[in-house]
Protein backbone atom coordinates (compact mmCIF):
# COMPACT_ATOMS: atom_id res chain seq x y z
CA UNK A 1 0.00 0.00 0.00
CA UNK A 2 0.98 3.33 -0.64
CA UNK A 3 1.79 5.55 2.64
CA UNK A 4 -0.90 8.54 3.77
CA UNK A 5 0.76 11.61 2.04
CA UNK A 6 2.12 14.27 4.82
CA UNK A 7 0.39 17.22 4.63
CA UNK A 8 3.18 19.70 3.01
CA UNK A 9 2.88 16.77 0.17
CA UNK A 10 -0.83 17.92 -0.80
CA UNK A 11 -1.70 21.27 -1.96
CA UNK A 12 -5.65 22.07 -2.61
CA UNK A 13 -6.46 23.93 -5.17
CA UNK A 14 -9.24 26.50 -5.54
CA UNK A 15 -9.86 29.62 -8.13
CA UNK A 16 -7.91 32.78 -7.90
CA UNK A 17 -9.81 35.92 -7.53
CA UNK A 18 -13.36 36.56 -5.61
CA UNK A 19 -15.19 34.21 -5.03
CA UNK A 20 -19.35 34.53 -4.68
CA UNK A 21 -22.47 33.36 -3.80
CA UNK A 22 -23.63 31.45 -6.67
CA UNK A 23 -20.44 30.30 -8.22
CA UNK A 24 -19.30 26.72 -8.83
CA UNK A 25 -16.29 26.37 -7.33
CA UNK A 26 -13.53 23.46 -7.87
CA UNK A 27 -11.67 22.19 -5.26
CA UNK A 28 -8.81 20.45 -6.59
CA UNK A 29 -6.27 18.42 -4.76
CA UNK A 30 -3.54 17.80 -6.03
CA UNK A 31 -0.42 15.50 -4.55
CA UNK A 32 3.79 16.96 -5.07
CA UNK A 33 5.03 16.56 -8.02
CA UNK A 34 1.97 15.40 -9.32
CA UNK A 35 2.29 12.29 -8.34
CA UNK A 36 -0.89 10.34 -8.29
CA UNK A 37 -3.73 9.64 -5.06
CA UNK A 38 -5.78 7.33 -4.20
CA UNK A 39 -8.37 7.51 -1.53
CA UNK A 40 -8.45 11.14 -1.20
CA UNK A 41 -10.82 13.20 1.48
CA UNK A 42 -12.20 16.68 1.63
CA UNK A 43 -12.56 18.69 4.95
CA UNK A 44 -14.11 21.71 5.98
CA UNK A 45 -13.02 23.04 9.58
CA UNK A 46 -11.52 19.22 10.00
CA UNK A 47 -15.02 17.29 9.40
CA UNK A 48 -15.30 15.10 6.40
CA UNK A 49 -16.88 16.95 3.48
CA UNK A 50 -16.99 13.91 0.64
CA UNK A 51 -14.10 11.10 -1.25
CA UNK A 52 -13.16 8.27 -2.27
CA UNK A 53 -11.18 6.09 -4.42
CA UNK A 54 -9.22 8.58 -7.39
CA UNK A 55 -11.42 11.21 -7.46
CA UNK A 56 -9.52 14.21 -6.56
CA UNK A 57 -11.66 16.93 -7.33
CA UNK A 58 -14.99 18.32 -5.20
CA UNK A 59 -17.64 20.86 -6.52
CA UNK A 60 -18.99 23.70 -4.38
CA UNK A 61 -22.14 24.70 -6.49
CA UNK A 62 -23.50 26.57 -6.05
CA UNK A 63 -21.64 28.48 -3.44
CA UNK A 64 -23.60 29.92 -0.60
CA UNK A 65 -22.59 31.63 2.45
CA UNK A 66 -22.32 28.11 4.59
CA UNK A 67 -19.55 27.06 2.32
CA UNK A 68 -17.51 29.66 4.70
CA UNK A 69 -14.19 28.05 6.15
CA UNK A 70 -10.92 26.00 6.26
CA UNK A 71 -10.85 23.24 3.46
CA UNK A 72 -8.52 20.76 3.38
CA UNK A 73 -7.55 17.65 1.91
CA UNK A 74 -5.88 13.86 2.31
CA UNK A 75 -5.10 11.13 0.25
CA UNK A 76 -2.85 8.50 -0.03
CA UNK A 77 0.22 8.86 -2.38
CA UNK A 78 2.26 6.79 -4.72
CA UNK A 79 5.89 7.28 -3.61
CA UNK A 80 6.76 5.99 -7.07
CA UNK A 81 4.45 7.39 -9.79
CA UNK A 82 4.39 10.64 -11.17
CA UNK A 83 2.28 12.18 -14.07
CA UNK A 84 4.38 13.91 -16.91
Known sequence: ???L????WLVLQVPAGPLLEGDSVPLRCRG????????VRFYREE???WGHGGVTELSLSPL?????????CRGWVSPWVSRE
Open 1 to 3: PSP
Open 5 to 8: CPPD
Open 32 to 39: WRDRALSS
Open 47 to 49: EPL
Open 64 to 72: QPQHGGRYR
